[in-house]
């Protein structure tokens, strides 16, 4: 039985919306901050040293989570009514 089952439905709304969060500011500040450190370094030290590259890339998408997250909780929801203004609900 997943975790979520057990509890209200306005606390597992909560918990979706927030593990949601989560998950893309996580794989998106990823992406993003491996792309950003890449041109930053340059492909020729790359490719010289790729550890280096994973090393900066590992302590710039920490940082890049640790901001992603709180601002995707925050803006989500007002994302989410231009959505509805524009579309209707579901």
Do not use: C, H, Q
């Not at 280096?52 to 925050?74: C, D, E, R």
Request: glycine share 8%; proline share 6%.
């Amino acid at each position: 039985m997943p975790l979520a089952a057990s509890v209200s439905p306005a606390t597992r709304t909560r918990l979706i919306n927030t593990t949601f969060g989560l998950l893309l500011s996580g794989m998106m500040s990823f992406v993003v901050s491996g792309i950003a450190t890449l041109r930053a370094l340059g492909l020729a030290d790359v490719a010289a040293e790729p550890g280096a590259f994973v090393g900066t890339w590992m302590g710039s998408w920490s940082v890049s989570w640790a901001i992603a997250f709180p601002t995707v909780l925050v803006v989500a929801p007002f994302v989410r009514k231009i959505v509805t203004r524009m579309y209707g609900n579901l």
